[in-house]
């Protein structure tokens, strides 16, 4: 099993920046991908970044310019640097850990809220 913590969300203003971590912890296989996605009231859950154990990153459309995602591998741990917030931001943000090899899990953090607002 492996735990993910998320931190680091919060309200902020249009144009502001926010950083979030995520710590995975527990038995963590060899070869894993890890990610961060994001689902606003009433919509679907959608990709904002992922992030290889080398650090290659793939950014959605709408944040690429705007978030940058980083990790350590040596820590498990990823983060999220956003910045020129805007308001179709606000969403629950999620840490997400994919295995690539078995027993191919998939786990999710608890999510942390992220408001962007005047």
């Known amino acids: 099993q492996v735990q993910l913590v998320e931190s680091g969300g919060g309200l902020v203003q249009p144009g502001e920046s926010l950083r979030l971590s995520c710590a995975a912890s527990?038995?963590?296989?060899?070869?894993?991908?890890m990610g961060w996605y994001r689902q606003a009231p009433g919509k679907q859950r959608e990709l904002v970044v992922t992030?290889?154990?080398?650090?290659?990153?793939n950014y959605a459309d709408s944040v690429k310019g705007r978030f940058t995602g980083s990790g350590d591998s040596a820590k498990n741990t990823v983060y999220l640097q956003m910045g020129s917030l805007k308001p179709e931001d606000t969403a629950v943000y999620y840490c997400n850990l994919r295995e690539l090899v078995y027993p191919w899990y998939n786990y999710w953090g608890q999510g942390t809220q992220v408001t962007v607002s005047s």
């Open positions: 527990g038995t963590i296989v060899s070869t894993y991908i």
């Open positions: 992030i290889t154990k080398g650090g290659t990153t």
